[in-house]
């Protein structure tokens, strides 16, 4: 049985839907992740579970038992939030211990617990500081310590490293999976950013204007988006415009506007006739000197319109003789040669049958 499940869940404001007919489970010891632009309705979503709002249908169990009705307080969960919410004239031992002193702890157990937790977050010589003493990394591991103190059964994090410039932020970043593999404690994080719930997440859900549009491990999400918008919204991407030629098997011959015809693979059972967009990413696509030999079958003509260096990789965009662009994101890994072409160069865009995917209109 999941850990925490979400059935059917509406929750409007006005004549705003935030959150609409959202299902998930999630499993224990999983690290969880709400992705999506601003506004989607994430924090909706959070703030539902942690029991300071409710949803208007649909409902959420824990260990299969409904939450409705159930304060926050009550509830097995602490949520960590990005502005660390600490309070400012409490010790960092007095911060960490404050869930332990509202829940009646004796004094031995509460020592115990902060020096143990406040060591798991490597804060264990900052116990008498004041939270304005401490660094933003410091202050974010200080409130993690008092999230985790009580041994919550779920975690519940609101972009909780939003605040941090990107150094930090990546540290941080794992420190959170070694953190969250060592106490095994079900995190659900919440965040705008791709880069980081690729990161952290042993499964994300991608949402859009109050709806999932895809649940699936990072992997997946980024090889095998279901659609446009999670192509797009995970990682750079082509997205070509297509029609379907023929599908037979595993194979697929599509005719993109100006291009021609793309030879790709598909185990779906499609139709010839049917309209898409082929996405590819770019780290997928080769760009050649128009004179080098390349024998493959997706090969097009073109020149280096604009390139972005960015020392271990070039972006090249390059444009096709009939004015399709496509981005190219190519190692620089010869050695004594920073890079392979010039804006203007003569370059043909090559990539194999199986690199990109269709994605139905
Ligand atoms: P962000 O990344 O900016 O925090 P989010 O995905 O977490 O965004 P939510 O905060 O869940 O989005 O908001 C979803 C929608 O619901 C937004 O349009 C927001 O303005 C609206 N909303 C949220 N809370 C309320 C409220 N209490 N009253 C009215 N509208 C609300």
Same mark, same amino acid.
């Given at each position: 049985?999941?850990?925490?499940? %979400?059935?059917?869940?509406?929750?409007?404001?006005?004549? +705003?839907?935030?959150?609409? @007919?959202?299902?998930? /489970?999630v499993e224990a010891g999983?690290?969880?992740?709400?992705?999506?632009?601003?506004?989607?309705?994430?924090?909706?979503?959070?703030?539902?579970?942690?029991?300071?709002?409710?949803?208007d249908q649909g409902d959420i169990l824990l260990d299969g038992l409904s939450l409705s009705g159930v304060p926050p307080e009550q509830r097995p969960l602490h949520t960590v939030f990005q502005s660390y919410a600490l309070f400012p004239h409490m010790s960092v031992a007095g911060n960490v211990a404050f869930p332990l002193e509202m829940a009646g702890?004796?004094?031995?157990?509460?020592?115990?617990?902060?020096?143990?937790?406040?060591a798991l977050v490597h804060l264990e010589d900052k116990g008498s500081a004041y939270p304005h003493e401490l660094s933003g990394g410091q202050k974010q591991r200080?409130? %993690?310590?008092?999230?985790?103190?009580?041994?919550?059964? +779920?975690?519940?994090?609101? @972009?909780?490293?939003? /605040?941090?410039d990107a150094k930090l932020r990546e540290e941080m970043q794992i420190e959170l999976i070694a953190l969250q593999r060592e106490v095994g404690v079900t995190f659900i994080f919440v965040t705008h950013s791709q880069q980081e719930a690729l990161a952290l997440s042993h499964r994300i859900a991608v949402m859009r204007e109050s709806?999932?549009?895809?649940?699936?491990?990072?992997?997946?999400?980024?090889?095998?988006?279901?659609?446009?918008f999670v192509a797009d919204f995970i990682g750079k991407i082509n997205l070509i415009e297509v029609e379907i030629i023929a599908a037979s098997k595993l194979r697929l011959s599509l005719r993109a506007a100006g291009l021609g015809e793309i030879a790709a693979?598909?185990?779906?059972?499609?139709?010839?006739?049917?309209?898409?967009?082929?996405?590819?990413?770019p780290e997928l696509i080769r760009v050649y000197g128009s004179k080098e030999a390349a024998d493959l079958k997706n090969?097009?003509?073109?020149?280096?319109?604009?390139?972005?260096?960015?020392?271990?990789?070039?972006?090249?965009?390059?444009?096709?003789?009939?004015?399709?662009?496509?981005?190219?994101?190519?190692?620089?890994?010869a050695p004594g040669r920073a890079k392979f072409h010039e804006v203007g160069d003569p370059v043909s865009v090559c990539w194999r049958h199986d690199a990109g995917v269709y994605l139905r209109n």
């Open positions: 049985m999941a850990l925490l499940e %979400l059935r059917n869940v509406t929750r409007r404001f006005g004549s +705003l839907e935030a959150v609409k @007919e959202v299902s998930l /489970a999983e690290f969880f992740t709400l992705l999506g632009p601003s506004g989607c309705g994430k924090t909706t979503i959070l703030r539902m579970i942690a029991g300071f709002d409710a949803p702890r004796s004094r031995d157990e509460i020592k115990r617990r902060v020096a143990e937790t406040l200080v409130a %993690l310590a008092r999230g985790l103190v009580n041994k919550p059964r +779920l975690l519940l994090l609101d @972009e909780p490293l939003g /605040a941090l709806r999932i549009e895809q649940l699936d491990e990072p992997d997946q999400l980024y090889t095998q988006p279901a659609n446009r693979t598909d185990p779906r059972p499609l139709q010839a006739g049917e309209r898409g967009a082929f996405a590819l990413r090969r097009f003509e073109g020149h280096v319109r604009e390139l972005l260096y960015l020392g271990d990789v070039t972006l090249y965009k390059v444009e096709l003789t009939n004015g399709v662009r496509i981005e190219a994101l190519m190692p620089n890994a």
